[in-house]
C-alpha cells in the first residue's frame, strides 16, 4: 500500500482515471447545456463565461459534449475490454489446458488470424458487415481484443500449471476446471488486469479512430472522434475545437496507460516485499 | 507383509527439440525398465545423480504421468494409465510430497484452504467446523500452529512450508507417500527436523514410504532397502546396510565414495 502511494506513474493514473470516471458520472445527472441543442447564432463561440470552452458549428456547449463522450468513451472501453478480456481468458486456459492438442492448435491459430490485421483495420471489417454504431464499435474493438488477451492468459496459464501446487492439486483429486478456477485464475489474474487497463486505453484510441471515420457512435450522441471530424473542418476559424477532444482522448489513453505500467510494477512478484 | 506398491518394467521417455524441421524427432530416455516392490510399511531410498531418472519415477509412481510401457500397482490394482477420473478413488491413499516447498504452495492460497484441497474431494460433505478441526489438528502435529491457518505461504520459511505440505499430503491419511527430495532446499539444520518429523509420521500413521534423494547419508539413515539409479536404469538393489557395507556394482561403489566423511 504504501509502495502504492509512492509511486509516481501509479498515482497521475490513479487521479487522473478517476477524475475521467468522475465526469462521466456527473455527466448522467448534469451537464452545463443540454450536448444536443443547437444554438446557430451562438456558433463558433470561444471559450467564455457561457460556454466554459466554447461552442462549435451548430452552437453546441463543447463541455456538454465533452462531458458525454467521456462516458461514451468509457462505456466502449469497459464492454470492449469486458468481451475481450472473459472471452480470451476462457479460450487462453482452455488452449492451455490441452496444449499442443488439435484444439490448442486450432483456438491460438485462428486467434493469430485475426491478430495479424491491425486491429483498427480489423474493427473497419467487422463494422462493415455489422453497420455502423456505437454498439457495434463496442463489439468490433473487443473482437480485436480477443487475441491479445487470450495468447496472455494461455503464456500465463501454462506457467502455472508447471507449478507443483498444481501437481499437487491434482494428486489432491481435483478435476480440470476446478484446478483452473482455484489456482491458474487467482494466479493469472493479475497479469490480465494490468493488460486490461492497456487494453482500455487502446480501445478508447480505437473507438475515436472509428467515430472519426464515422462509422463508430452516430450523431447525435457526442463522441471525441466525431468532435476532433467536425472540427476539422473549422480549424483556422477555431483551432480550439480540435485541440479539446484531441485532448481529451491523450489525457484519457495516458491515464489508463500509467495505470497499467503503475500496476505491472506493483503486482510484479520480483518486486513484492516478504 | 504384503506388497503396497509394484513397479513391473516401466517406461518413460520424452521427446527432444526437433533439430530442423524434416530432422527426425529424437527421445531421450527418463525411465527405461524399472521394476521394484515396496512393501507394506517400509522404506524405499531411491538414489541416483541429477538426470538419473528418479523424479519421473517420482511422477510415474503417483500417476501424474503415465508410462509408456510398464505398470504401477497399488494393492495389487492397477493405477497407472488410468485417466485423472478413473484415479479419483485411490489418489488419497497415496500423495507425494515435492522438493521445493516454495512451488509446491499455491502462493495466493491460504494455508486453510491448501491443506484442505485433498479433504474438499476426498471429503466433499465435511462440516466447516470439523474441516476446521481436522486441518488444525494436522497442523499441530506437523509442529505449527493454529496461528497457520490464515495466513500464506510467503509468510512461512522453508522449513515450515515443507511441514504445511507435509500435513496437506497426509490430511487424507494416505496409505503411501512418496517424498521426491523432500529436504534437498532446506538448510542443513532444518533438514533433520523434517526428516525426523516424516519418520515419526511414518510410525504414527503407518505409512510407507518411498524417499527419493541424491544424498545418501539421509537415505542410509530413513530407508529399509535401497534402489541405486542411473541413467533411468536400477543399478543395484537391496537391503539399506548391505548395500552400503557391501555394494557389488562400481558405479554405486562410486557413490558411497563420494559420500562425504564428517
Redesign the interface.
Known amino acids: 500500500m504504501r509502495r502504492a502511494l509512492s509511486h509516481p506513474s501509479f498515482m497521475i493514473g490513479v487521479v487522473l482515471s478517476a477524475a475521467i470516471l468522475a465526469v462521466a458520472l456527473i455527466s448522467l445527472v448534469w451537464t452545463p447545456y443540454d450536448p444536443g441543442q443547437m444554438r446557430i447564432i451562438m456558433r463558433l463561440k470561444p471559450p467564455g463565461a457561457d460556454f466554459w470552452l466554447g461552442t462549435d458549428q451548430f452552437g453546441r456547449d463543447v463541455v456538454s459534449m465533452l462531458m458525454v463522450g467521456t462516458r461514451n468513451a468509457l462505456m466502449v472501453g469497459l464492454v470492449a475490454v469486458g468481451l475481450g478480456l472473459t472471452a480470451g481468458l476462457v479460450l487462453g486456459m482452455l488452449a492451455a489446458r490441452f496444449q499442443g492438442s488439435f484444439l490448442d492448435e486450432a483456438l491460438m491459430r485462428s486467434l493469430d488470424f485475426v491478430f495479424a490485421f491491425p486491429a483498427v483495420l480489423t474493427a473497419i471489417l467487422i463494422l462493415t458487415f455489422m453497420g455502423p454504431g456505437l454498439a457495434n464499435a463496442m463489439i468490433a474493438i473487443g473482437i480485436f481484443n480477443i487475441p491479445v488477451f487470450a495468447r496472455q492468459a494461455r503464456g500465463a496459464a501454462l506457467q502455472v500449471m508447471a507449478q507443483d501446487y498444481v501437481r499437487a492439486a491434482r494428486l489432491a483429486g481435483c478435476g480440470t476446471f476446478s484446478i483452473l478456477r482455484r489456482h491458474v485464475l487467482p494466479n493469472i489474474a493479475g497479469l490480465m488486469i494490468v493488460q486490461a487497463s492497456t487494453q482500455f486505453a487502446l480501445a478508447i484510441l480505437a473507438e475515436a479512430g472509428l467515430s472519426y471515420l464515422g462509422i463508430g457512435t452516430q450523431p447525435p450522441n457526442p463522441s471525441w472522434g466525431r468532435m476532433l471530424n467536425d472540427a476539422q473542418t473549422f480549424l483556422s476559424r477555431a483551432p480550439l475545437l480540435a485541440i479539446f477532444p484531441g485532448a481529451a482522448i491523450a489525457l484519457s489513453v495516458l491515464a489508463f496507460n500509467l495505470l497499467g505500467d503503475g500496476l505491472r510494477d506493483l503486482l510484479d512478484p520480483r518486486l513484492k516485499e516478504r | 507383509m504384503s506388497v503396497i506398491l509394484e513397479a513391473v518394467d516401466l517406461h518413460r521417455h520424452y521427446p527432444l527439440p526437433r533439430e530442423g524441421i524434416f530432422a527426425r524427432r529424437r527421445h531421450v530416455s527418463a525411465v527405461n525398465g524399472v521394476s521394484f516392490a515396496l512393501e507394506e510399511g517400509k522404506v524405499l531410498g531411491i538414489v541416483g545423480e541429477s538426470g538419473s531418472g528418479k523424479s519421473t519415477l517420482a511422477?510415474l509412481l503417483?500417476g501424474?504421468e503415465a508410462p509408456e510401457k510398464g505398470e504401477v500397482r497399488f494393492l495389487g490394482q492397477r493405477i497407472s494409465g488410468l485417466g485423472?477420473?478413473a484415479?479419483?478413488p485411490v489418489?488419497?491413499q497415496?500423495?507425494?510430497v515435492?522438493?521445493?516447498p516454495f512451488?509446491?504452495?499455491?502462493?495466493?492460497?491460504r494455508v486453510l484452504d491448501?491443506i484442505g484441497?485433498?479433504l474438499?474431494?476426498?471429503e466433499p460433505g465435511l462440516a466447516p467446523e470439523a474441516r476446521r478441526e481436522r486441518i488444525i489438528g494436522m497442523l499441530e502435529r506437523v509442529g505449527l500452529g493454529e496461528g497457520a491457518l490464515t495466513r500464506y505461504p510467503?509468510q512461512f520459511s522453508g522449513g515450515q512450508r515443507q511441514r504445511i505440505?507435509i500435513a496437506?499430503a497426509l490430511i487424507t491419511h494416505p496409505k503411501l507417500l512418496i517424498a521426491d527430495e523432500p529436504v534437498s532446499a532446506l538448510d542443513v539444520s532444518v533438514q533433520a527436523q523434517i526428516l525426523n518429523l516424516l519418520l515419526d509420521l511414518k510410525l504414527e500413521f503407518g505409512l510407507s514410504l518411498v524417499f527419493i534423494s541424491h544424498d545418501l547419508g539421509i537415505v542410509r539413515y530413513l530407508s529399509d532397502r535401497v534402489i541405486v539409479m542411473q541413467n533411468g536404469k536400477i543399478v543395484e538393489e537391496g537391503e539399506t546396510e548391505a548395500l552400503f557395507s557391501a555394494p557389488a556394482e562400481a558405479y554405486t561403489r562410486q557413490l558411497i565414495a563420494a559420500m562425504p566423511k564428517l
Not at chain 2, 103 to 109: A, E, I, K, N, T
Request: aromatic share 4%; no cysteine.
Open positions: 511422477r503417483v501424474l485423472d477420473a484415479l479419483r489418489r488419497h497415496i500423495q507425494m515435492f522438493q521445493d512451488g509446491s504452495l499455491d502462493p495466493r492460497m491448501s484441497e485433498p474438499d474431494v476426498a510467503h505440505a496437506r
